[in-house]
């Protein structure tokens, strides 16, 4: 199985900043790398796949970048709201895997 | 509105099997892979099981390859994961999730259940 690992595991930031999230993949997994959110006591929502596209309805300060092993999520501009654990997730083969998870909270 | 509603958990003896199901509302069930991810207590998100549209294909994590059945009633709207062989690392929140695909393999997990809970005591 592709094993994905992230970095950091944990991040403390203030509203405003701007937050870069690192994900890696053991193998090559082109562009089948998708993000989530979780926040506590709710199931995850789907923010990017493909590696770079946002999903609907989703807010513009998040991007997503890379391919083959290694990713980024970005979120611009930090919002109250997007204190929460990322997750991501490869699809190129099976068993589909997630990463560890990196828990963004407040400064 | 598209919903996935789960259910099936319970409180188990190790050894033992459960049925969870999962029945989906407002979109096309017949046309979209279907997955379910558990997640431990305090743990992180673990891909358990996905199916294609057609149900003819199925894919396993190895922690439950050979105990775990997913399979899916496009007739009925529903998807299952039968679990037999039940130990204590099953205990979890079974999340059910359409995937934004047919293969499965693209898109990502785009509509997400709130999950039922599998508890497995020894």
């Known amino acids: 199985a592709i094993r994905m690992t992230q970095s950091p595991s944990s991040i403390s930031a203030s509203t405003g900043d701007r937050v870069t999230i690192t994900c890696r993949a053991s193998?090559?997994?082109?562009?089948?790398l998708a993000w989530y959110q979780q926040k506590p006591g709710e199931a995850p929502k789907l923010l990017i796949y493909?590696?770079?596209t946002l999903q609907s309805e989703v807010p513009s300060r998040f991007s997503g970048s890379g391919s083959g092993t290694d990713f980024t999520l970005t979120i611009s501009c930090l919002q109250s709201e997007d204190f929460a654990t990322y997750y991501c997730?490869?699809?190129?083969?099976?068993?589909?895997?997630f990463g560890p998870g990196t828990k963004v909270d407040i400064k | 509105e598209v919903l996935l509603l789960e259910s099936g958990g319970d409180l188990v003896q190790s050894g033992g099997s459960l049925r969870l199901s999962c029945v989906a509302s407002?979109?096309?069930?017949?046309?979209?892979?279907m997955t379910w991810v558990r997640q431990g207590p305090g743990k992180g998100l673990e891909w358990v099981a996905g199916?294609?549209?057609?149900?003819?294909?199925?894919y396993y994590a190895d922690s439950v390859k050979g105990r775990f059945t997913i399979s899916r009633d496009n007739s009925k709207n529903t998807l299952y994961l039968q679990m037999n062989s039940l130990t204590a690392e099953d205990t979890a929140l079974y999340y059910c999730?359409?995937?934004?695909?047919?293969?499965?393999?693209?898109?990502?997990?785009?509509?997400w259940g709130q999950g039922t809970t599998v508890i497995v005591s020894s």
């Open positions: 493909a590696a770079s």
């Open positions: 407002g979109f096309t069930f017949s046309s979209y892979a």
């Open positions: 997730q490869q699809s190129y083969s099976y068993p589909q895997t």
């Open positions: 193998q090559d997994v082109s562009s089948y």
């Open positions: 199916v294609r549209d057609s149900g003819l294909s199925a």
């Open positions: 999730a359409k995937v934004s695909s047919s293969s499965g393999n693209t898109g990502g997990m785009d509509v």
